[in-house]
């Protein structure tokens, strides 16, 4: 396995050695190869750490503040648990103000701040459906117009 220096991963993810040693002193990202051990301990960093930081200072940069990250990152972690990699394997959505989680599922999106799942809903099968329905009955009728009005008399016979 290769191992980066935080010198290395500092040049590599683009943020300050200050900032490695902040995020480990505080749990927030810690070295997985090697964590300081004190004093002139050295650190060594995964690759995938680095794709952890990489993240991370793409969130941060995107007006995210650590503490919403921290808060995202946590419930993704342990979700993906059985992940070798679990950042590397998701797709992060965002407004700019919320994070999202695209899943194996497309149509469900994870609310990353509430580890709850919203469905994506997308209508144009339904408009697809709903103009063949249409078309088919315009057909079998043989009137467009009065089969329109059918169509509606039907639908209010039956709420």
């Not at 990202?29 to 960093?45: D, M, V």
């Not at 793409?58 to 921290?70: C, M, P, Y």
């Not at 998701?90 to 989680?101: A, S």
């Amino acid at each position: 396995m290769d191992t980066y220096d935080s010198k290395t991963a500092s040049r590599i993810v683009g943020v300050s050695l200050r900032q490695l040693q902040y995020w480990d002193e505080r749990d927030f990202i810690r070295p997985s190869a090697q964590p300081a051990e004190g004093r002139g301990t050295k650190r060594l960093y995964s690759f995938h750490d680095l794709v952890c930081l990489k993240v991370v200072k793409d969130l941060a940069r995107r007006g995210f503040t650590l503490q919403k990250i921290r808060r995202c990152l946590k419930p993704l972690k342990e979700m993906n648990a059985h992940t070798e990699r679990p950042t590397e394997s998701l797709k992060y959505l965002t407004d700019g103000e919320e994070l999202f989680v695209l899943t194996n599922d497309r149509r469900r999106i994870l609310d990353a701040m509430e580890r709850r799942f919203l469905v994506s809903l997308g209508i144009g099968h339904l408009v697809r459906e709903l103009d063949g329905q249409v078309k088919r009955l315009e057909r079998d009728l043989g009137k467009p117009g009065r089969a329109l009005r059918e169509l509606g008399e039907k639908r209010r016979g039956s709420a």
